[in-house]
């Protein structure tokens, strides 16, 4: 996993949850992997990846903290569902709330400011 780019973890990530195959061994180094690598992630790579913990119900706070952090510098690059994605995996995963509260208060903010659209695609 050392050699593989944001695109590349993201993607197995999701091919994994899409098949509802858990792999906790090869979740937990794409995680670690991932989290060296989060400036590079985009919007989808965040969103995706995101998903497919949530999806197999596979906790990693340190991902989430880190992923968090990364999708609020991000987030005017989210489309609506990358954020509806994102806030469900937050929703969905079995780690400590407070890592999510950072993530929704940006969302929140820009939403009253008026400088979060979100539009139906």
């Given at each position: 996993?050392?050699?593989?780019?944001?695109?590349?973890?993201?993607i197995t990530l999701w091919s994994y949850a899409t098949l509802k195959h858990p792999s906790p061994e090869l979740?937990?180094?794409?995680?670690?992997?991932?989290?060296?690598?989060?400036?590079?992630?985009?919007?989808?790579?965040?969103?995706?990846?995101?998903?497919?913990?949530?999806?197999?119900?596979?906790?990693?706070?340190?991902?989430?903290?880190?992923?968090?952090?990364?999708?609020?510098?991000?987030?005017?690059?989210?489309?609506?569902?990358?954020?509806?994605?994102?806030?469900?995996?937050?929703?969905?995963?079995?780690?400590?709330?407070?890592?999510?509260?950072?993530?929704?208060n940006h969302l929140s903010d820009l939403h009253k400011s008026?400088?979060?659209?979100?539009?139906?695609?």
């Open positions: 996993l050392d050699q593989f780019n944001s695109q590349n973890i993201a979740f937990d180094s794409a995680a670690d992997e991932a989290i060296k690598k989060l400036d590079q992630f985009n919007s989808q790579a965040i969103s995706n990846s995101l998903w497919s913990y949530a999806t197999l119900k596979h906790p990693s706070p340190e991902l989430f903290d880190s992923a968090a952090d990364e999708a609020i510098k991000k987030l005017d690059q989210f489309n609506s569902q990358e954020i509806s994605n994102t806030v469900w995996s937050f929703a969905v995963v079995d780690c400590d709330v407070e890592l999510a509260i950072p993530f929704f008026d400088k979060l659209c979100l539009t139906i695609e």
